[in-house]
């Protein structure tokens, strides 16, 4: 290595000795670095300031290697992430949906028990709906309760929002049910205000057809259609639907009543485990639908009348 | 280190010279002690800097900027530990004042009264300059560069030099 002139030697001598002091002066000296009046030493001061850009290069240049490599190299976990997290997002929907459906499950158990309870002295079971009608002519349904219940034929079955339909047979463990929608179904019934009495069938189809009213009877869209009693099978009373449709017809009114219970997704019933007349007393009046004639026909479901309270028969109460 | 040696810069023949034993030293601790306690007493010494007269004239007379420069810095630490100032305040100051003392004295004839004189004004200045610079880029306190009392000092200090110098130049080995 050559040897410095001594003019520059001593030109570097100075600049150090000098660089030396002016250090020992930073070390010593403290200087105002914030608005909270906190001090720092400038020693510190200027070594962050001289490694801050530094720093803040590096750092900046990390950043940048790091989102490349995130966004551009390492797609392939992100690809597996997001097929994660599909996997998963899918497993939470599905969780979702069975807690609603339990509970949905369990509001309606609680209105059975509920309805049940009330009922306390009727003899019912509440039985889950295990299968449906095997052709599309038919409407019935199976249930995972019979004979072993005490479930027998022509018992009736009904849910807390109205009449369902009865049993046509009765298996040890399994019963099957006739839904009011069937062709075949029928029920005593009347209208709720007016008390004109007519018996209720199913059509093969969603709606139920009430045969036999006068035209000179009253009826309106919006009347309730409730249980005469007079088939010995369900107690008086029992919603059975709602009006929906009146056409003047020959001799008698074409009438097409909704049905109060939702009989296209039934999961629980309650067989009435007893063919004795029953007559039910309602806790409030009966009132009709507001706006009964205005109610269009396809007005949605009936608002279902809860059954609160079945009582013992009236003497005058016989039915043929 | 107290030989007499002859220092060729060019053409020119410049002697560089050499003291008693202890003379430096002497002369430094003396200075520094001085200016600490004459102005106790002399309320109007306070505007001496014997310390830096110190500087130049072995800057002046050493010509040798490595040598001048350490003596400086050497003194105004000194200088700083016995004042209030950080340390490295003086010293800085008279780190560059060594320096440049030595330097010109390496090339100029510095032997002269009225050059002295001049030359003691020039670093004086130079010295106070350097002092109000450091005072306001590292300790944030402002002071003015040129006042009368800078005037007034420079001139005291410039005339005390001269006769200083005539006293020291009795120190030195023929």
């Given at each position: ?25 930073a070390v010593q000296i403290k200087t105002v670095e914030?608005?909270?009046?906190s001090r720092s030493r400038l020693i510190r001061v ?275 | ?85 950080p ?88």
């Open positions: 290595m050559p040897a410095l002139p001594s003019r520059h030697r001593s030109l570097f001598l100075l600049a150090g000795v000098v660089l030396l002091q002016v250090l020992l002066l914030s608005a909270d009046g200027w070594s962050v300031s001289a490694v801050s850009p530094f720093e803040r290069s590096g750092a900046w240049g990390i950043g940048r290697i790091r989102d490349a490599w995130r966004h551009y190299f390492a797609l392939s976990d992100t690809a597996r992430e997001n097929e994660s997290l599909r996997r998963e997002n899918g497993q939470l929907k599905l969780d979702v949906m069975q807690l609603q459906g339990k509970s949905a499950e369990a509001d309606r158990l609680a209105a059975l028990l509920n309805f049940k309870q009330k009922q306390a002295k009727v003899p019912m079971v509440v039985a889950r709906v295990i299968g449906s009608n095997a052709d599309a002519n038919s409407a019935v349904i199976f249930l995972d309760q019979g004979q072993r219940e005490g479930i027998k034929k022509n018992m009736g079955v009904i849910t807390p929002e109205g009449v369902v339909g009865k049993v046509i047979e009765s298996y040890r463990d399994t019963s099957q049910v006739l839904l009011l929608t069937d062709r075949d179904s029928g029920v005593g019934a009347m209208i709720a205000n007016s008390r004109v009495q007519s018996p209720v069938g199913g059509m093969g189809e969603p709606w139920l057809n009430m045969k036999y009213v006068g035209n000179d009877d009253e009826v309106k869209v919006g009347d309730r259609v409730v249980t005469s009693g007079m088939d010995r099978i369900f107690p008086k009373d029992l919603p059975v639907g709602v009006v929906s449709e009146v056409k003047p017809g020959n001799s008698f009114k074409q009438i097409r009543v909704r049905p109060s219970a939702s009989l296209e997704k039934l999961e629980e019933v309650i067989v009435l485990l007893t063919t004795d007349p029953l007559s039910l007393k309602q806790d409030t009046p009966a009132v009709p639908v507001a706006g009964n004639a205005a109610a269009p026909a396809s007005a949605s479901r009936p608002s279902t009348q809860p059954i609160f309270g079945l009582t013992n028969p009236k003497p005058a109460e016989k039915h043929p | 280190m107290n030989d007499a040696f002859d220092l060729r810069i060019g053409e020119s023949h410049i002697e560089v010279h050499k003291f008693l034993g202890g003379t430096i030293l002497l002369s430094v601790i003396i200075a520094v002690i001085a200016q600490s306690f004459l102005p106790v007493y002399i309320s109007k010494a306070g505007i001496l800097d014997l310390p830096l007269l110190i500087t130049i004239y072995f800057g002046l007379s050493r010509r040798n900027p490595s040598t001048g420069l350490l003596l400086g810095t050497f003194i105004g630490l000194l200088q700083d530990s016995l004042s209030k100032t340390l490295g305040l003086f010293g800085i100051a008279k780190t560059i004042i060594g320096y440049l003392a030595s330097s010109i004295g390496a090339r100029l004839d510095t032997e002269h009264p009225l050059a002295r004189f001049a030359l003691t004004g020039a670093f004086f200045v130079v010295h106070q300059a350097i002092v109000v610079l450091v005072q306001k880029v590292l300790l944030a306190q402002t002071q003015p560069l040129f006042t009368m009392k800078l005037l007034v000092a420079t001139i005291v200090n410039s005339v005390l030099a001269v006769f200083l110098y005539f006293l020291l130049d009795r120190l030195r080995k023929s």
